[in-house]
């Protein structure tokens, strides 16, 4: 695999200009004051705050000022209300968010341990958002769509996976591209269908952007650059490696890119991933260079990871160029070749 400190520049897809859609949970997220193990004791709450992460995903394209939607449910409640008036003030088309009065939206209680882990426990199935299904509404959002990004979270409801699989079979007729985050763990994979469904996603995919040990959760080569490989091979156009606290690498046919980690002081941790996804689809999408997408998004997790809340610290474009320095000169363009949906 080829590698290069020379970026090469990531072409536009086919479409101009961007329009991004994401399908999945809309939730609300609470969280424990004290630091501990679990929720077995009297103790005290932060929040709610906006959450899910195809909402903190799309919240940060949007910041961008790239055209962008969320296709959803909340309940007829303050925690819909919320979410919602949240994605719309920054600039999220949220009018095929649908409002369900007998279900709840979706909530999420946290608690983090001494050692950075966390406890959650999770009030989504049977909520709202588990109850999405396809209408005009939504049908009228799927196709303004050019780009369809997926969060491998959200195929936990057959009805939200069957309405992501038809949108990203539209999506890619037209021409138009498909990001996808697995956001997953190995004990996923035991969820019936859950397997088929994120390989049905990685089949289609033309940038791929896993975490850690999720690079190769669907890969047969195990190791890193086996599996980079293999996923290149079966036409990923590009993947980008997602490190947390050890920076992050782009790779592609053409060239491998690293960037270093920002020193920051972390506060919280929950949805730094989904801003840094947000920030390097828009980026990408509006055909930014490897290395300046890459910049870019590793200072949207950065500066989300300051912040208390897992939406709170999403960034506009003028406040991640500071923290990202000046951007480089982009090399030639090349071909970006469009995937069809198998």
Not at 26 to 53: T, W
Request: hydrophobic share 40%.
């Amino acid at each position: 695999m080829p590698s290069s400190t020379t970026s090469a520049y990531v072409p536009r897809p086919g479409i101009s200009p961007p329009n991004v859609l994401v399908i999945g949970e809309m939730l609300v997220e609470i969280m424990a004051d004290g630091i501990g193990e679990g929720f077995l004791e009297l103790q005290r709450f932060s929040g709610p705050y906006p959450s899910g992460a195809p909402a903190i995903f799309i919240d940060q394209v949007a910041r961008h000022g790239v055209a962008c939607a969320i296709v959803s449910s909340v309940g007829d409640d303050d925690f819909g209300r919320l979410i919602v008036d949240r994605l719309r003030g920054s600039g999220v088309d949220v009018s095929a968010v649908s409002v369900l009065p007998v279900l709840t939206t979706g909530s999420a209680f946290v608690r983090y341990r001494a050692d950075g882990e966390r406890d959650f426990i999770f009030n989504i199935v049977g909520s709202a958002c588990s109850a999405l299904v396809a209408d005009a509404t939504s049908q009228a959002t799927i196709d303004r769509a050019t780009h369809i990004h997926v969060m491998g979270s959200s195929l936990f409801s057959p009805a939200v996976t069957q309405l992501t699989l038809d949108a990203i079979a539209q999506v890619k007729r037209r021409g138009g591209t498909v990001s996808f985050d697995p956001n997953s763990r190995k004990e996923m994979l035991a969820i019936p269908g859950m397997r088929r469904s994120l390989e049905q996603v990685l089949a289609a995919t033309d940038l791929f952007l896993p975490s850690g040990a999720e690079l190769s959760l669907l890969t047969e080569r195990t190791d890193e650059a086996g599996a980079i490989a293999e996923l290149l091979e079966r036409g990923v156009q590009a993947i980008v490696v997602k490190r947390g606290a050890s920076g992050a690498t782009y790779h592609d046919q053409a060239c491998t890119v690293a960037v270093e980690p920002i020193p920051v002081t972390e506060i919280d941790p929950t949805g730094a991933g989904d801003s840094f996804g947000g920030t390097f689809v828009a980026t990408w999408l509006s055909g930014g260079s490897p290395d300046y997408c890459l910049r870019m998004a590793n200072a949207s997790g950065a500066n989300a990871v300051m912040t208390r809340g897992p939406m709170e610290g999403n960034s506009s474009k003028a406040t991640l160029e500071r923290m990202s320095g000046p951007p480089a000169a982009p090399a030639n363009p090349s071909a970006l070749k469009r995937r069809d949906h198998p």
